[in-house]
Structure formats: C-alpha cells, structure tokens
C-alpha cells in the first residue's frame, strides 16, 4: 500500500480507502490508486468490490496454532468445532464460500496458510482459538486494510473489529451467584499460572473478584490460587486456606482437572467442595459438572452473518454482540459442608 501511495502521490490511508471502496475520495483520486495499483501488480482484495468480481463471497476461517511447546490445546475443540458448524450453517443459507485454515502460525512464511492470510484474498475473516488474540498481527492487517472481520469469544472495546460471544460478566455472575444461593461464601479462584496471558482470565477475575466483594464485603487473595499446573493450584489452596468450600474454575477444562485433583486428594465432590465450571464445552461421568454455557452454534452463525454484513452495507463498519448464557446445573454443586476438612490426612505438599 505504501508504494502505491508512492506512485499515485497520495496518502497511505487514501490508498486505503479506494481498494476498499470507501467514500470520501474523488473519481480522479480514485482513478489514480487504481491505475496505479494495476502498474505495479498489486492484488487487490475482493473485499468491498463487487463492482470489480462478480464472485461469490468468501471467507476465511482461521484457527492460529499456538506457539510450540504452549500449553494450550492445538487441535480445534469441540467448542471451535461447534462455531464452525455454525458459520457453515450461515455461509450455506447465504451462499458463502468458505476457506478453513486451522494451521495458521504467526510469522512463519514456511506455511501455505501464512501466504494466504498474506495475500488478504478474502472478503471477510472470522478469528477463533489462538488467531483471535489482540497481538495477533494479523488482527491489526485486518483493521489497517479495513476488512470485515469477526473474532469469537472477545470483546475488544478498544479496537475497531466485530466480536461475537458469550458475556464474560454475566458468565460469572451465573456460577458465583448459584454458588452463593447455595450458602457458599468461601469460594476459590482457580486458575494455571500460564492462564494470566490470555483474555478470558482477566475479565473472568475481575467479574469473580466485583461478585464475591459484593457478597463479603471484600474479596480475599487468598482464595485465588494459581499454579504451574492445576493440581499445584489446588493443593497451595487447600494448604492455606482450609475453610474453603466452593472452586469457581476458570473454564470448563480447568474445572476437570479440579475434580481430578481433589478426588487424588481424597476429597468428595460436591460433598466436600464444590466445583463450578464455565463455557458448557466438556462432559464427565461422575460427578457431572456444574457449568455455564452458552450456543457455540449460535456464535459461529452470528459472525457470519455479521461479517456479511459488513461486507455489502457500506453503513456496517464493525460491532459486538453477546449471546445469552444460562446455568447447567448437575452433580458437582451442593450446599456447603458443616464439618471442617481432613487436612491432617492429605498429602497438600
């Protein structure tokens, strides 16, 4: 874009304007950015214009894969799997093609999936999984060229891309009051230490945090227990504070491995502690988890439609939309204890 600019003598962002076909710019000036687009080969994306393709419109799916050796999960989920579902559902009614790149990794040139992404040959994005974070340089390409684009399970307030998922607020607010109508009042935070880094642990914190405040009258750092793994989480927990009755997990696989750490512990759940979830992704026999979920299908039919959006009504610059959550309640939540635990019989260090 910038030799563009070069060539034509004009701005970056007039450039910018023209091949996404933006008002505000002169026919001349127009002419200009495109003849001289033309002169030096640049591909211009399909996005906003139709007057130039007559094609069906397609959009990318994107899936970044996380660093290596990352502890988060590198295959697609069944949450990931559902909002794909969902998408297809939209991009079959409205005649969408789309293109899936579950492969993607920043910076690495060696891949197929990096040039396409490169290349922006697409009418619109929609970010999931390790792609939908705000370091992402590939977030900030989208919002330079101006490309309609959508990231799953954010809310970014301070950057000019589309969002569509659950409401992290009223996600907690659903497990922490349930907890708190059963009589919990010592109710735990549990979270991995590598979980600091990522969206979702600050905005569930905080809402934990505002919640339990609300409830005690201040909320007690103590109760927040962090750890390299989630079993060292739940063992420095219990060594310090053994009043505790509730763990609020800050999703659904952390809330497995919850359960996973207090039953090596000898500890029943829900009769000893109970166990709260959230994103309504994972099932287990015994005891079935309590959660908060929320229609992954829904989220990926959402931001297609909004990315379509975006893409034929010049007036549709970006937004945010939540889909409602509602409480899953099952087997790991119970009223809390009246005698105090066992301690002196578990192996906490």
């Known amino acids: 874009m910038e030799d563009?600019?070069?060539?034509?003598?004009?701005?970056?962002?007039?450039?910018?304007?023209?091949?996404?076909?933006?008002?505000?710019?002169?026919?001349?000036?127009?002419?200009?950015?495109?003849?001289?687009?033309?002169?030096?080969?640049?591909?211009?994306?399909?996005?906003?214009?139709?007057?130039?393709?007559?094609?069906?419109?397609?959009?990318?799916?994107?899936?970044?894969?996380?660093?290596?050796?990352?502890?988060?999960?590198?295959?697609?989920?069944?949450?990931?799997l559902n909002y794909l579902n969902g998408v297809q559902a939209f991009a079959r009614k409205a005649g969408l093609n789309l293109t899936l790149i579950a492969d993607y990794r920043e910076?690495?040139?060696?891949?197929?999936?990096?040039?396409?992404?490169?290349?922006?040959?697409?009418?619109?994005?929609?970010?999931?999984?390790?792609?939908?974070?705000?370091?992402?340089?590939?977030?900030?390409?989208?919002i330079e060229r101006q490309t309609p684009a959508v990231a799953l399970s954010r809310f970014w307030p301070d950057l000019p891309?589309?969002?569509?998922?659950?409401?992290?607020?009223?996600?907690?607010?659903?497990?922490?009051?349930?907890?708190?109508?059963?009589?919990?009042?010592?109710?735990?935070?549990?979270?991995?230490?590598?979980?600091?880094?990522?969206?979702?642990?600050?905005?569930?914190?905080?809402?934990?945090?505002?919640?339990?405040?609300?409830?005690?009258?201040?909320?007690?750092?103590?109760?927040?227990?962090?750890?390299v793994t989630t079993a060292e989480a739940v063992r420095g927990l219990l060594a310090r504070r053994s009043d505790v009755t509730a763990i609020f997990a800050g999703h659904d696989g952390i809330a497995l491995e919850v359960l996973a750490a207090l039953q090596a512990l000898g500890l029943?759940?829900?009769?000893?502690?109970?166990?709260?979830?959230?994103?309504?992704?994972?099932h287990q026999p015994e005891p079935t988890l309590t959660t908060v979920g929320f229609s992954h299908f829904d989220v990926g039919y959402l931001a297609a439609e909004l990315v379509q959006q975006q893409i034929e009504k010049e007036a549709s610059f970006y937004g945010h939309l939540w889909v409602q959550s509602y409480l899953v309640e099952r087997g790991s939540c119970a009223a809390p204890r009246q005698e105090p635990l066992p301690l002196e019989r578990l192996p906490l260090r």
């Open 161 to 227: 891309i589309s969002t569509v998922g659950p409401n992290y607020h009223q996600q907690v607010s659903l497990a922490v009051n349930h907890l708190l109508h059963l009589g919990h009042r010592q109710i735990a935070f549990v979270a991995r230490d590598d979980d600091q880094r990522l969206e979702w642990y600050r905005w569930r914190l905080r809402s934990y945090q505002e919640l339990i405040a609300a409830a005690n009258g201040a909320a007690d750092e103590a109760l927040i227990a962090l750890g």
């Open 4 to 80: 563009v600019a070069r060539q034509a003598g004009v701005s970056k962002s007039t450039v910018s304007l023209v091949l996404n076909d933006k008002p505000g710019v002169s026919p001349e000036l127009k002419q200009a950015v495109r003849r001289a687009a033309e002169e030096l080969g640049y591909r211009l994306s399909r996005a906003r214009s139709a007057q130039w393709e007559n094609e069906p419109r397609t959009l990318a799916v994107v899936h970044a894969q996380p660093e290596p050796n990352s502890p988060h999960e590198v295959e697609p989920t069944g949450l990931y």
């Open 268 to 282: 029943r759940v829900p009769q000893d502690i109970s166990v709260v979830g959230q994103d309504g992704d994972h």
């Open 107 to 142: 910076g690495d040139p060696q891949q197929l999936a990096f040039h396409l992404l490169q290349e922006a040959s697409f009418d619109g994005f929609i970010l999931m999984g390790w792609s939908a974070r705000q370091e992402n340089p590939l977030v900030h390409q989208l």
